[in-house]
């Protein structure tokens, strides 16, 4: 288990503090307009929470040496990448690795995934059981050109016995070959009902929706997301001693909390709402978020304010994330990583802001600032000097240089 070690980021309790710097961003009008920093929230956590499960998604780093250019191979900075899972796990968070927050199908080839799966799970070692610190995600994606059933059953099994050998949790992700080839529930059902019958401990489903990746339209055999229920929950029925949970990215609350009601006893719901997870871990979700990366200190305090029943406590340390999640978050959703990452390097997590298939250009210098506004307003910049260092670097090279 992670140490319950007490664990401080260093800083204020409000954003009336303010640091004394300032800086000059670009605003959605197309001008610019000072900013005064306020600087970072003092918040305290000892170990992983209690009343409910909580994965960081977790990105990965790439070397800023090594090209990593559109279409080129991946190559990580692996110092830098499981030294930021250390920081995961110091906070008592879970960590979900090699999923779409690290690029899965959007740049992490699979050469890179096998090997952070087994460098990550084998630094999860040192703090604990990995089973039980890190789950990651088994796919086809190795396999672009699988269409017939069989193919994408054996992608996956390779995939699984991947991270099985590893000593990781298994994570079932969203297969774009399935969604390319199945023609409707049963190929689904016959899928994960050969998957299922090879557990040999119970597995997390993954249900990312098309917000997130469009080639996941109609996924479960539908594109009535209703209809599409019920396909899930049948094989979820079938197969409930396999199954840990089931972790859904559609973004529609009221949907989650249904679905959460119908769910077969011991079978758990994870979030991965990240519009909506104050409400929803309060009502009963488990967490498994890509915005738990950049709010791991905020995300972990306010856990534990919510183990010790301070659910105003757990609200007000929430709140001012909600905001910063839904700028990353938003449409074109499947380029949050960028605003991850940006956040990363401005924290001092990594020394560049470069990605892996050159995603850092995905999103504009404009986008990037209201992220830093955001971000302090939360109180999540944890050195405000080397934040508006690296802030007005990124300005200058889009010709701010005020």
Known sequence: MISREHRVLRGRTSHSSATGLSITLPTAEGGLEPYQVGGPRTRATSGPPVSRIAYAAAHVVADPLAGNGPGEPARLDWDATLRFRRHLWSYGLRVADAMDTAQRNMGLDWPATRELIRRSAAEAGAYGDPAELIACGAGTDHVPGAQTLAEIVAAYTEQIETVRDAGAGVIIMASRQLAGAARGPDDYHAVYDELLSQADRPVILHWLGEMFDPALAGYWGSSDVDEATEHLLALIRDHAADIDGVKVSLLDADHEVRLRAALPDGVKLYTGDDFN??????????????????????????????????????????????????????????????????????????????????????????????????????????????????????????????
């Open 277 to 402: 997870y104050p409400d929803l871990i309060a009502s009963g979700s488990h967490a498994l978020l890509g915005v738990f990366d950049p709010i791991a200190p905020a995300a972990a305090a306010a856990l534990q304010a919510f183990d010790a029943g301070d659910l105003a406590g757990y609200e007000a340390i929430l709140a001012p994330t909600v905001p910063l999640s839904r700028k990353i978050f938003e449409t074109p959703t499947y380029h949050y990583k960028t605003g991850i990452v940006f956040l990363a390097w401005l924290a001092g997590h990594q020394n560049a802001f470069t990605m892996v298939n050159g995603a850092q250009s995905a999103r504009s210098v404009v986008h990037l600032a209201e992220v830093f506004r955001l971000a302090d307003a939360a109180g999540l910049l944890p050195d405000p000097d080397l934040a508006v260092r690296r802030m007005r670097t990124l300005l200058a090279v889009h010709g701010v240089e005020r």
